[in-house]
């Protein structure tokens, strides 16, 4: 495992999306010096002279790097894997992939999508892996996202009902015994010191545990402070399975399974009706928008203003792009406005101080980063992207950089990307791997 040190360096003279006290705002010519690995300094004086790595920023806009907050990389080279089916179809096609994935399938497609990642500018991405016995599969995807820089909550997949129909269960032949699974999670954790990413427990749905799983899993997170993520609401069958053989919500099953809590980040909730919010918001329980995801299966549409409204932390997220086909979180960041707005009939919903506080710190507190402000500020882990809009004329003249980020930005705009202060892609191309070569390999795969 690739191990990375904070960095230290001066961004000069760039327009800075800044934390004020009146809110976020655009400051041109700032000067922004990183100290391992921390902002140490936003102002308008000569910073430059320090001695430390320089970059120039003149012309460009500085962000807080992305926090993607569900995907599975695996999924990567499964683009457009079953078209035009609905979930539980898709779950099977895409499913016997997983079964048969290899190793070094999985490490091309780590590899693969965490560069895609970077190149839209996340910094921080929140994997979710599939339940799966192989050791050398897992160790795959780390090696790939430890040699890309990119900063990695690995939630490692956990399940204990066997259902080949994956109504109310998981395909038996990915499962292993639960004290199995949570003994690889601290295996991995040994593994994983020091370096940029850190472990997470991912349970599929609410149905793939039983309560003595719940009660397990529930026990390891509060022992060891992990993030528990789940897919929850992303269609009627969570509910319906739930009320079929536990008589009771989807919600309920996971409260009462004790499931429910700070930690735990709940993904998609397309059909989390208003108990359910009031519940997830009394709980502390963040949930992840998948909205390019949520379209391409046609699950639905996450209710976001209610859940922002119920106090509920709400996170942006790609998912896999096998479901999304791409892992473009500036794609992403566009369409969950635009999926509210034609929602709702409202072209004043979610403009870019929402979506960026999403797409950057909504679900800080589930995943051990509680957001304490937007935009970028002294003493920020220097998790940064630098956007560059004179890489594309799609979008110059830029009259307002919020606009322009929120309506026309692609990943050709994004030039330097750091996360501890290290510059992990330099002119819109990573530092520590060939492209080239990986699209050759990526290419050749039967």
């Known amino acids: 495992m690739v191990r990375n040190s904070p960095l230290s360096a001066v961004i000069g003279s760039v327009t800075v999306y800044a934390a004020t006290p009146d809110g976020p705002r655009w400051l041109p010519g700032q000067d922004v010096v990183v100290e391992d690995g921390r902002i140490t300094a936003i ?46 179809e898709w779950l099977h096609c895409v499913g016997e992939f997983t079964v048969a994935a290899t190793a070094e399938q999985t490490y091309l497609a780590a590899l693969a999508g965490g560069l895609e990642l970077l190149r839209s500018g996340v910094t921080t991405v929140v994997e979710h892996m599939w339940p799966n016995p192989s050791d050398a599969v897992h160790a795959a995807a780390l090696r790939a996202l430890g040699e890309l820089g990119i900063r990695v909550i690995f ?24 004290p199995e699974v949570l003994q690889h999670i601290s295996d991995l954790d040994a593994r994983l010191a020091g370096s940029r990413i850190t472990t997470a427990l991912a349970i599929p749905n609410p ?29 009627d069958t969570d509910e319906d399975m739930c009320r079929l053989h536990a008589a009771c919500s989807a919600v309920d099953y996971l409260d009462c399974g004790g499931l429910l809590g700070p930690r735990t980040l709940a993904v998609h909730c397309c059909r989390l009706d208003e108990r359910g919010r009031a519940i997830l918001a009394a709980r502390g329980v963040a949930v992840s928008y998948n909205p390019l995801s949520n379209m391409r299966l046609g699950s639905g549409v996450a209710p976001v203003p209610e859940m922002l409204a119920a106090g509920i932390g709400v996170g942006l997220g790609v998912d896999g792009a096998a479901s999304n086909d791409t892992q473009d979180m500036l794609l992403a960041l566009r369409m969950g406005a635009y999926l509210q707005r034609v929602t709702h009939r409202r ?29 970028l500020a002294v003493g920020d882990r220097a998790d940064l992207t630098l956007l560059r809009f004179d890489r594309d004329f799609a979008c110059l003249p830029v009259r307002d950089p919020g606009a322009t980020l929120l309506t026309t930005a692609s990943p050709r705009v994004v030039d330097t990307v750091w996360v501890d202060g290290d510059p992990v892609l330099a002119d819109g191309r990573s530092t520590r791997v060939d492209a080239g070569e990986l699209a050759k390999r990526l290419s050749d795969m039967q």
């Open 43 to 88: 102002s308008s004086g000569a910073e430059r002279d320090r001695g430390l790595p320089y970059t120039d920023g003149s012309g460009g806009h500085l962000i807080p790097g992305f926090v993607n907050t569900h995907t599975h990389l695996q999924q990567s080279v499964l683009r457009g894997a079953g078209e035009g089916l609905p979930l539980l």
């Open 347 to 375: 072209a004043d919903l979610f403009g870019i101080d929402t979506m960026l506080r999403l797409a950057t710190r909504g679900a800080g507190r589930a995943l051990g980063d509680p957001a304490a402000h937007d935009g």
């Open 207 to 235: 149905r793939c545990l039983t309560p003595d799983g719940m009660a397990a899993v529930r026990e390891h997170s509060d022992r060891t402070g992990k993030t528990i993520s789940i897919h929850l609401l992303e269609t």
């Open 155 to 178: 939630g490692r997949g956990v399940a204990d009902r066997p259902d080949p129909s994956r109504k109310w269960g998981m395909d038996p032949r990915l499962l292993q015994p639960l």
